[in-house]
């Protein structure tokens, strides 16, 4: 790698593009381990959502530790290495207080974001969440829901901006909670356009990847991993 370019850097609109393309390679290199690394990881999410409201409070805040151990395996395997099932649990080992410490203050944020647009539209917080079928017996009720998620879709994209790079930042370069997230906030801030681009291109591909029971999602969902570490690679190291 180059210099770390502390902040991060602006890049071209192509590169959201690029970084799929990237992620593709990488994912190319050793499928096989991608997929049994993602299965495990889906397990343990499965295991942890057949615990009542606890397994999702640990799930969201163990979201930054797991993504501490995805770009740990998308590094070794840009780097030549042999990937390994144990990299995934990397965010255990190393700097998980303050990996856990992004997970809880994301799971504030959302928790407050979807507390606020629930009282304001009248709908269950549960609801909000997807935890419980809301009450849309009426056109309106069912327009009010719908403009609710829309809104607490919107206000929650500045906190996924703030955690999208934290991991990484944690990890391979030391910063604090607070500091790793805004840091990630101002660099996918400073790269809107390739975002944009890069969120166009994975829905699209994500629908493709749902259509034939999902399965396509073993080899999609590597792909977006470690897509995102190269779109790391490419905003916080001058090339």
């Not at 959201?16 to 990881?41: N, S």
């Not at 291109?201 to 073993?218: K, N, Q, R």
Request: contains cysteine.
């Amino acid at each position: 790698m180059a210099d770390y370019a502390a902040g991060g850097r602006g890049v071209a609109a192509g590169r959201g593009w690029d970084w799929i393309v990237a992620g593709w390679e990488l994912f190319k290199k050793q499928a096989g381990m991608w997929i049994a690394l993602l299965v495990v990881f889906l397990v343990i999410m499965i295991v942890m959502a057949f615990i009542p409201i606890l397994g999702t409070l640990a799930s969201t805040v163990l979201t930054p530790v797991f993504g501490a151990g995805l770009f740990v395996a998308a590094k070794a395997v840009d780097e030549g290495r042999s990937l390994e099932i144990g990299f995934l649990f990397a965010g255990f080992r190393e700097r998980f207080g303050t990996l856990a410490l992004v997970g809880v203050i994301y799971l504030v944020a959302a928790l407050v974001i979807a507390l606020g647009v629930g009282l304001a539209a009248g709908t269950s917080i549960i609801a909000m969440f997807g935890g419980a079928q809301p009450d849309l017996a009426t056109a309106g009720a069912a327009l009010t829901f719908a403009l609710a998620v829309l809104i607490m879709l919107a206000l929650m994209l500045p906190v996924v901006m703030a955690i999208w790079f934290a991991p990484a930042l944690v990890l391979f370069h030391g910063k604090g909670a607070v500091e790793a997230m805004q840091e990630s906030f101002f660099g996918c801030l400073k790269n809107v356009v390739p975002f944009l681009v890069y969120g166009v291109v994975a829905l699209v591909l994500g629908v493709l990847a749902s259509i034939p029971l999902g399965l396509g999602w073993l080899v999609f969902g590597p792909v977006l991993a470690a897509s995102v570490y190269v779109s790391y690679k490419d905003i916080y190291f001058a090339s």
